[in-house]
């Protein structure tokens, strides 16, 4: 389930949007992207800040309809994987979109990525967290453990 959001002015014109205020409902980075495949989509990949905008404003909005929406992740489309650890460059650069997109952009949290045993990412949405040093846990990006539920 989730909530799909068309436009007639980006390169993917749909987003679907999954947030389950119910714990159990949520998912690890594989079942997520496996869901978004079956439904004919995949895992969001973000190209721009501009569209990195557009997310914040339909997860804004969603907050604001007063749905109940409230802390929660988001996985995005954004990976690396184990074998690639073994190279010589930099751990940030071995992040790659999962649907083979080769867009440069990111919007990393202070002092992330982690790496180290998290190779999936999360678009931050905690909004009644304290803010860290970064500020507040909204729509940047973290790297956390695939098994993790969102």
Not at 31 to 54: F, N, T, V, W, Y
Not at 110 to 124: L, R
């Amino acid at each position: 389930s989730g909530q799909k959001v068309c436009y007639g002015d980006f390169k993917r014109s749909c987003y679907k949007l999954a947030y389950f205020q119910d714990l159990s409902r949520r998912v690890g980075f594989e079942e997520a992207r496996q869901a978004c495949e079956m439904d004919g989509g995949a895992l969001l990949s973000l190209e721009s800040k501009a569209e990195q905008q557009l997310i914040e404003n339909m997860l804004q909005n969603l907050t604001k309809s007063g749905s109940g929406i409230s802390d929660g992740d988001f996985w995005i489309g954004l990976w690396r994987s184990g074998n690639e650890l073994a190279t010589s460059s930099p751990c940030p650069n071995l992040y790659k979109w999962a649907d083979g997109n080769i867009s440069p952009f990111r919007n990393w949290y202070t002092d992330e990525p982690s790496c180290g045993s998290e190779a999936c990412v999360v678009m931050y949405h905690q909004p009644t967290a304290n803010p860290g040093l970064g500020g507040p846990y909204l729509y940047q990006w973290n790297d956390d453990r695939c098994n993790m539920k969102h």
